[in-house]
């Protein structure tokens, strides 16, 4: 039986994204990150990096600069009990610096060519595996490859879209989000969608040995040199799912991400509205009890000035009530 993966872009997916990351001391965990990732694997995913590594085609960074990157990446992931299944990644680029990386590759995403060699190579289902990555590029990888899709948008660092760019089929804030989509899709869907990609399932995978693979991944098991020779063979073109799906359903699923999208956007204008206003009421509690403590002072004073008592009381018990009403507020929302 064919495993099924979550295809994973790196930089601001699971590691911070500074630029090009040039160094082992740049490798930064996304907060959370680790933790979804072994969240994830416990729903029974293979977990399996795809990335685009044009600085090496740029030259500002060697393949084995990269290797201690990620060597560094499965250090940090495994201090928190995370661990992947295979990096792949792509140094090509049509305009590279180097030479020998100056091409165009279908492993490139937004083209699917490593999820596609994944699956051939890993014996992955596609259509039963999701794409998670915080751009367009990885939904159209994704979408291209047959997997499910959710794009990470966050509001500090928002994806740009361009006019031809696939909508994912999910959004989520965060990757801690995107476990709780997969979850809930799970649960939806129990039974997995029909297979879409069993690549090698038909044809005899020793026979197909003497090919030239097209491009080099680096595995944790038996990392692999670059190749220079222009692949002969080319991944599969993106299939299209011909699945029999009824309107009802279509409608249903359509309302589903409607409903989600919404929530995931409240949930973004709570997070924001929320401080503000709990340092308001905040701030009210701390002039209650400073209202209390004048009254406290004034009985006790050998004036003994009921009036003064009165006022602040009425002060303390107003602030109070305004406190109060800013709680509910918040709760209700
Ligand atoms: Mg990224």
């Known amino acids: 039986m064919p495993d099924k993966a979550i295809f994973l872009d790196r930089d601001d997916t699971i590691i911070e994204d500074t630029g090009y990351i040039n160094s082992v001391e740049q490798v930064k ?5 680790a933790q979804a990732l072994v969240e994830l694997r416990k729903l029974g995913y293979k977990l399996i ?3 685009n590594q044009s600085g090496i085609a740029r030259g500002l960074f060697t393949e084995q600069t990269l290797s201690q990157i990620h060597e560094r990446l499965k250090q940090l992931l495994a201090e928190h009990n995370a661990y992947l299944d295979r990096i792949y990644y792509c140094p090509y680029l049509p305009d ?3 030479g020998k990386y100056r091409k165009d590759s ?3 995403k937004p083209k699917p060519g490593m999820l596609l060699a994944a699956a051939k190579e890993m014996k992955i289902n596609l259509a039963d595996s999701w794409m998670i990555g915080n751009s367009y590029i990885d939904v159209a990888a994704g979408k ?3 997997c499910r899709t959710i794009l990470i948008k966050s509001n500090i660092k928002p994806p740009v879209k361009n006019q031809d760019d696939p909508d994912p089929d999910f959004e989520a804030i965060n990757m801690r989000e995107a476990v709780n989509v997969v979850k809930r899709e799970i649960a939806r869907k129990p039974a997995p969608l029909p297979q879409l990609h069993m690549i090698q399932a038909e044809t005899p995978p020793q026979q ?3 090919q030239i693979k097209p491009e080099q991944v680096q595995q944790e098991e038996k990392p692999q040199m670059p190749n220079e020779e222009i692949p002969t063979e080319q991944p ?3 299939k299209t799912v011909n699945q029999p799906v009824s309107e009802q359903s279509k409608t249903e699923q359509l309302l589903e991400e409607i409903k989600f999208i919404l929530k995931s956007q409240r949930r973004s204008e709570q997070f924001t509205e929320f401080s503000a206003m709990k340092l308001f009421a905040g701030v009210l509690q701390v002039l209650v009890m400073f209202c209390l403590v004048v009254a406290i002072w004034y009985r006790l004073s050998p004036a003994g000035k009921d009036n003064a008592v009165f006022t602040a009381l009425g002060f303390a018990i107003t602030l109070q009530l305004i406190a109060l009403t800013l709680y509910i507020m918040h709760k209700d929302r």
């Open 49 to 51: 990096v795809v990335s």
């Open 29 to 33: 965990l996304i907060p959370a990150a």
């Open 96 to 98: 590279g610096a180097v």
């Open 144 to 146: 291209a490859a047959g």
């Open 236 to 238: 599969q073109e993106p």
């Open 208 to 210: 197909a040995e003497p």
């Open 106 to 108: 279908d492993w490139r």
